[in-house]
């Protein structure tokens, strides 16, 4: 079944999604050859409870730590360990939290230090492809035209799209109705309605689509070993078109990235 919220619990979850987005900005600056992902993820647990807010994946369904870690050929649900990362790495770092009893929830691949040209353009590709996810989730439209969209640009580069892990609504549940799958057929699926709340968030493969778990019973890898890359926004259907409720600015202000990517899905002005 699908929840959805009022313009009142919409701008409670833009504030839980903000809570992670400056969760990842705070990160972006400490992503650097030589930091453990377990001393990140010691830093964002603090940085989330000193703004008020709770880790979203602690403990839920068992998880051990406050980010999901992939590294290179990890594609999601890595868990921080003790290895220093190196340069010319990227690790997607995953982050939840609840504030005001809802979720939010995304993610953004970091490049540690000096990376492979061929890996960049993945990264940027998997997030353009986020972008024309986003693009979709409006009124008229099903779940199948954001999948479509999303697989369309990506094959076309000639990169895998991940089937076992999908996108989702959001709300006081992590996961909530609908799937939203990186693939699928357009005009299918469930109907996009006023008020839905869902994270997007293609997992996008250099080269096969095909994944496998790691005997940890978390790790999800590519099985050919080339790397992968994650971004999620979470978003809105507001006025029949998508709102967006988390944002990239953080990261890019820390990273020193101009870009006004976000812009097309802000339907009123930005405040920090
Ligand atoms: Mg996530
Ligand atoms: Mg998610």
């Known amino acids: ?7 009142e619990e919409i701008e ?9 987005s400056r969760t990842l900005g705070m990160l972006a600056k400490e ?40 590294v290179n050929e990890a594609v999601v649900h890595g868990l921080p360990t003790d290895k220093p990362l190196q340069e010319g790495d990227v690790v997607a770092i995953d982050c939840g939290a ?28 998997t997030k353009e492809s986020l972008y024309i996810g986003i693009r979709e989730f409006k009124q008229g439209n099903r779940v199948g035209d954001i999948g479509y969209a999303i697989q369309n640009y990506c094959e076309s580069h000639g990169y895998g799209v991940v089937r076992e892990l999908v996108g989702h609504g959001l709300g006081k549940k992590l996961h909530e109705d609908p799937e939203v799958p990186n693939y699928g057929k357009r005009g299918r699926g469930k109907k996009l309605i006023e008020g ?12 096969t689509h095909l994944v496998k778990q790691l005997s940890d019973g978390w790790t999800i890898v590519t099985k050919d070993g080339k790397a992968s890359a994650h971004f999620e926004h979470n978003v809105a259907l507001v006025n029949g078109k998508p709102e967006l409720l988390s944002t990239f600015a953080y990261v890019y202000e820390a990273l020193g990235i101009v870009s006004d990517e976000e812009k097309e899905f802000r339907q009123k002005e930005w405040v920090r």
């Open 12 to 20: 409670l979850m833009r504030e839980s999604a903000l809570v992670v």
């Open 196 to 207: 839905m709340t869902i994270a997007i968030e293609p997992m996008i493969n250099r080269g």
């Open 98 to 125: 609840i504030k005001n009893e809802f979720y939010g929830d995304h993610a953004y691949t970091f490049e540690v230090g000096e990376v492979d040209p061929d890996t960049k353009k993945l990264l940027e590709a």
């Open 1 to 7: 079944m699908i929840i959805t919220k009022t313009l």
């Open 31 to 70: 992503v650097k050859p030589g930091v453990t992902t377990k001393q990140l993820d010691q830093m964002a647990e603090e940085f989330i409870r000193a703004q008020g807010a709770i880790p979203g994946f602690l403990g839920l369904y068992g998880c051990p730590s406050t980010l999901l870690t992939s």
